[in-house]
């Protein structure tokens, strides 16, 4: 749900960063490794996506710390060298998977998605609920049939929701794994994307607020 792109090559970075922007990930970027570190302690990513040729510190001690520290993070390796020799390294040093430059972008999308499952509680691809039906893979939702045209963000908050199975979900969390580092928690972004969310629920109304709290399905 939550990803960091590690990457010394800026264009390349925001390149990767949009792709999964639009499969739907809130993805953050940076440049360089001791960049990379700062981020990863401050945030809970899913999954970091992570060049090894790093500037300042180098991809494969932001690896080693991730290790050391039992980060839940899932570490995807990305870099120029795709020798057998490297891959085996990469692995060795706590890398989850390892994809080689060039890659072909679906490819990286897919591997991400399933770094992400493994980085979670075990999950079904399908989940249902009342009704409403969310095919994480296929990127559709449905309520009682009917197709429901949701954004990425208001994908990524109902998705969350029905994960919980019922408990309720603190604004916190929602802002945490479902936005980037870029927004504010001070603008109203989780209420004004559950306003839109539960519209396009119709009724009788599935979210319920629970005051103080949070939100449930």
């Known amino acids: 749900?939550?990803?960091?792109?590690?990457?010394?090559?800026?264009?390349?970075?925001?390149?990767?960063?949009?792709?999964?922007?639009?499969?739907?990930?809130?993805?953050?970027?940076?440049?360089?490794?001791?960049?990379?570190?700062?981020?990863?302690?401050?945030?809970?990513?899913?999954v970091v996506v992570l060049d090894r040729d790093l500037p300042r510190v180098h991809g494969d001690e932001v690896a080693r710390r991730l290790v050391a520290d039992a980060s839940r993070t899932r570490i995807l390796m990305l870099t120029a060298s795709a020798s057998t020799e490297d891959r085996v390294e990469g692995l060795d040093l706590g890398a989850d998977?390892?994809?080689?430059?060039?890659?072909?972008?679906?490819?990286?999308?897919?591997?991400?998605?399933?770094?992400?499952?493994?980085?979670?509680?075990?999950?079904?691809?399908?989940?249902?609920?009342?009704?409403?039906?969310?095919?994480?893979?296929?990127?559709?939702?449905?309520?009682?049939?009917?197709?429901?045209d949701l954004s990425p963000k208001e994908f990524a908050v109902l998705?969350?929701?029905?994960?919980?199975?019922?408990?309720?979900?603190?604004?916190?969390?929602?802002?945490?794994?479902?936005?980037d580092a870029n927004a504010d928690p001070f603008t109203g972004a989780v209420r004004v994307a559950m306003s839109k969310l539960r519209g396009k629920l119709g009724e009788p109304a599935l979210i319920r607020t629970v005051q103080g709290v949070g939100y449930a399905l």
């Open 159 to 179: 998705q969350i929701l029905l994960e919980a199975d019922g408990a309720t979900v603190s604004a916190e969390e929602l802002l945490e794994r479902a936005w």
């Open 97 to 148: 998977d390892y994809l080689g430059k060039p890659f072909e972008f679906p490819e990286l999308v897919s591997r991400v998605r399933a770094l992400r499952r493994r980085s979670a509680r075990p999950v079904p691809p399908v989940l249902e609920r009342h009704g409403l039906r969310l095919d994480t893979v296929r990127r559709t939702a449905h309520r009682d049939g009917q197709e429901l």
């Open 1 to 46: 749900m939550r990803v960091l792109v590690a990457e010394d090559e800026e264009v390349l970075a925001e390149l990767v960063a949009t792709g999964l922007r639009r499969a739907g990930f809130a993805v953050d970027t940076v440049y360089s490794g001791d960049a990379a570190l700062a981020y990863l302690g401050l945030h809970d990513y899913d």
